[in-house]
């Protein structure tokens, strides 16, 4: 696989604060301890110099963390800390920030070296009120060094979400396909986010292509990586030129215009005029950036790409856009089949034509799209419906997840985890058997209920934890995940 790019790399700044009635050598001592914790874990952070005791030595701080280019930071109250001077450096950092405070460590220390650390956060959160601020807050954001190591590896990737997001440019290429209104995209919440949006025509996407055939020599070499990917599957041989020439064209088209922007992913429509202008269904191209961070979603699904751009970023893997797509007929599950805690009311089937990596496939090859074939070529020998990926989704650990608008431009989220199974799903497409405990309800009362569309961005790991805590950080407050039976959703028939 190759490496993943089109990521932001975080850097965490450590920033310790102390009351000016506690020795600020307290939280320096302290800080010291949870920097060499930090350092077990491999984290890229700088342990900031200056303590924040007041106005002056935030903006001190601030200095010193933009000056060693930090993008996120933590705030570590080592003792009570100054709630004033605190939340003006948080309110003047530009990127992400968590709070945490230090545990006392022993009974010894209670006579003269006692903290008050978790009296302080108390203030800390009143005054990140009083300024209408957000700051990551962990769970237990009291602990000793070792613990709290742990939640700033979390913080970590929350950061790397919400970073990510702040310097993404998605890409559009014609509008949606007839009668899918589902892939509606009011803008206006993408800007609230801070994404840009550049949105162009199919006739853009196919003079670029018509453009880029003269940049023969990378085309080759893109060529040749296909064949090495596919080995065995690469079942169209003839196709791969073409295909090779609409990668270079996108890669090249988003390395143009990025802008002030540092990431970029694609919303392209793919059927049903793309198919008789090139010649080729763009799913494998798709799949292929995929695999190397650039997400290109489906039906020029804006908010698709941009929720698989954030699942990737919080498993730093990639990830692929599916549709929640039919139940699991009972004939194809084996009676001592493992269903992972979920019901078998809780399977279905996560599809698409053909657009995740390669790398995140069980087994895969190069096939047709089924459905436009009947529809485009009328079932006959397949043409220009060739260039899918096709094969059973890779098993193991999954979060499927989904950032979406309202078409009143109210923004709301959903995030659950659970398993590919490791059955064959007996269909055509790229294709995966999912159990995610607690679905079948969370179907009815969130997907169905709150108007979800069909997309959903599938990350191959559990990062339910990250996204859940980096949409808090961004400010969506409407968040839905699968309950249990003995709790009621709020619109739940309880008879």
């Excluded at 090495?228 to 390395?255: H, I, N, V």
Aim: glycine share 8%; proline share 6%.
């Amino acid at each position: 696989m190759q490496k993943l790019g089109n990521v932001p790399e975080v850097k965490i700044g450590i920033v310790g604060v102390s009351r000016d009635c506690f020795p600020a050598a307290l939280t320096a001592s302290r800080l010291d301890r949870l920097a060499k914790s930090l350092g077990k874990l491999k984290l890229e952070f700088h342990r900031c110099p200056v303590i924040i005791v007041n106005e002056k030595d935030a903006l001190k701080a601030l200095r010193e963390l933009d000056a060693r280019k930090c993008n996120a930071a933590v705030v570590y109250l080592g003792n009570f800390g100054p709630e004033g001077p605190t939340t003006m450096f948080i309110s003047r950092f530009a990127g992400p920030v968590m709070v945490c405070a230090a545990a006392e460590e022993n009974k010894k220390v209670l006579a003269h070296d006692r903290g008050d650390a978790l009296c302080g956060l108390l203030n800390c959160s009143y005054n990140l009120g009083l300024r209408r601020l957000r700051a990551f807050i962990p769970q237990a954001p009291v602990g000793l060094p070792e613990e709290l190591a742990k939640q700033v590896k979390l913080f970590e990737g929350i950061a790397r979400v919400v970073i990510g997001m702040r310097h993404l440019k998605i890409f559009s290429f014609g509008p949606r396909p007839a009668d899918f209104f589902a892939c509606n995209a009011p803008i206006q919440p993408l800007m609230d986010l801070g994404v840009e949006v550049m949105e162009n025509s199919e006739l853009d996407l196919f003079q670029l292509y018509e453009d880029a055939a003269g940049k023969k020599k990378k085309i080759a070499a893109v060529e040749q990586d296909m064949k090495r990917e596919l080995g065995p599957g690469a079942t169209y041989p003839d196709l791969l030129p073409r295909l090779a020439q609409l990668e270079t064209t996108l890669t090249d088209f988003m390395e143009q215009n990025l802008g002030a922007s540092k990431f970029g992913v694609f919303a392209d429509k793919c059927w049903p005029a793309f198919e008789r202008s090139f010649g080729f269904v763009p799913c494998y191209v798709n799949g292929r950036l995929a695999g190397r961070g650039i997400p290109v979603a489906c039906e020029v699904d804006l908010y698709g790409a941009l929720s698989e751009y954030l699942v990737q970023l919080a498993g730093f893997s990639p990830a692929t856009l599916l549709d929640i797509n039919n139940s699991v007929p009972d004939d194809i599950i084996p009676a001592q089949a493992d269903l992972k805690g979920a019901s078998f009311a809780d399977l279905f089937m996560g599809f698409h034509c053909g657009n995740t990596a390669a790398s995140c496939m069980k087994n895969c090859r190069m096939n047709y799209q089924l459905i436009m074939n009947r529809m485009m070529e009328g079932g006959k020998t397949p043409n220009i419906t060739r260039g899918t990926l096709e094969g059973q989704l890779k098993p193991g650990p999954i979060t499927i997840f989904r950032l979406q608008s309202t078409p009143d431009s109210h923004l709301q989220s959903y995030i659950a985890e659970g398993e590919i199974l490791d059955l064959d799903p007996f269909t055509f497409g790229g294709t995966g058997i999912i159990a995610i405990p607690n679905f079948s309800r969370f179907y009815r009362q969130v997907l169905v209920g709150k108007h979800f569309p069909h997309h959903t961005a599938l990350g191959f790991s559990r990062t339910g934890k990250v996204l859940f805590e980096a949409m808090k950080l961004i400010g969506i407050e409407d968040l839905s995940a699968p309950l249990p039976e003995t709790k009621l959703y709020q619109d739940e028939n309880p008879f």
